[in-house]
C-alpha cells in the first residue's frame, strides 16, 4: 500500500466561527497526519466572505527539513482541478451560454471528428454525463500512465489533440454500456468538459480559469500555473512527494509508472 503524502485542505464553510477557544486542536491535528504518514498539510478554512483559519503543520520536504509556508508553498492539485472544470462549465450555464444536456459536438463545432460511444451513437455524451463520469468514457490505465514523462514533457498535446485522440469512436475506449447509465472515473472525460470551456469562451481553458475563477477570489494568478516552468522563479517552494509504502519495490513502481510525481520512499520511525 502506499499513500501519497502531502495534502492542502480547503475546508468551506458557512458562517462557523472557529477562533479562540474553538480553534481546531494544533496537537490533535499533527497527531492525525502522523498516524496516515503524512509530513506537512496547509489547512485553510474559509466562508463566502472570509478566511476564518489558516495554518500551516509539518514539512514540505523532510531532506532538508522545510516546513510548510501558507504563503509559499506550492501544491500540485491533481485532481482538485477537476471542481475547476465544474465551476467553469456552471458558469457557463448560468449565463445561458451552454446546456448541460445538449451534445457536446454543438459546443466543439468540430463536424469531422465527432465524439460519440461507437456502440449506441445516438446516446449524446453531454456535459452533465461528463461531469458526473458517466459519459461511458473509459481509457485504460496504461494508456493513461503514457501521460505522465519527468519534468515538463507530460501534456505537450493540447486539450483538442488529447480529446480527439483518446475519446472518439475509432477506439476501444470506451465501456459496453450506453452512456448515462453507470459512474465510472474518467481524466479524459473531464478533459473533453474543460475543452467545451474552452471552445465556448473563446479563449485558453487556463485563461479562463484565471480570469473568471481565481483573479475575482482575490488569487494572485502569477502564481497559479499547469506546467513546472510556469514557476521557474520559486521551484523551491514546490511541495515534495512523499509515499509510505511497506517495502521500497512499492515506490519503484509508482515511479515506473508515474515519474513526474518523483517520489520519495517516506522514512518509517522506528
Known sequence: ??????????????????YGSNCPDQQLIEKSLEKVH???????????????????????????????DIDKSIFALASISKTFIAAAVMQLVEQERIDLDTDVNQYLSEP??????????LHSITLRKL?????????STQVQYTYFQPGDT???ESLAEMC?????????????????????????????????????AQMP??????????????VDINKVGARIADFLNNTDDFVKHYAYAFNSSDVEGWNQAI??????????KS
Open 164 to 200: 480527439f485522440k483518446y475519446v472518439n469512436p475509432n477506439t476501444s475506449f470506451w465501456l459496453p454500456i450506453p452512456p448515462g447509465r453507470v459512474t465510472f472515473y474518467s481524466n479524459e472525460g473531464s478533459t473533453l468538459a474543460a475543452l467545451v470551456v474552452e471552445r465556448v
Open 1 to 18: 500500500m502506499v499513500y501519497l503524502a502531502s495534502l492542502i485542505f480547503v475546508l468551506i464553510v458557512n458562517g462557523i466561527g472557529i
Open 205 to 218: 481553458y487556463m485563461q479562463y480559469i484565471k480570469e473568471n475563477i481565481l483573479k475575482p477570489l482575490g
Open 38 to 68: 503524512i509530513p506537512g498539510a496547509a489547512i485553510i478554512v474559509i466562508n463566502a466572505t472570509h478566511t476564518l483559519y489558516e495554518k500551516a503543520f509539518g514539512y514540505q520536504s523532510l531532506l532538508p527539513k522545510q516546513p510548510i
Open 131 to 139: 461531469l458526473s463520469h458517466s459519459a461511458s468514457i473509459a481509457v
Open 154 to 156: 507530460a501534456f505537450t
Open 112 to 121: 469531422n471528428q465527432r465524439i460519440f460511444h461507437p456502440d449506441y451513437p
Open 259 to 268: 515519474p513526474s510525481l518523483n517520489l520519495t520512499q517516506r522514512p518509517v
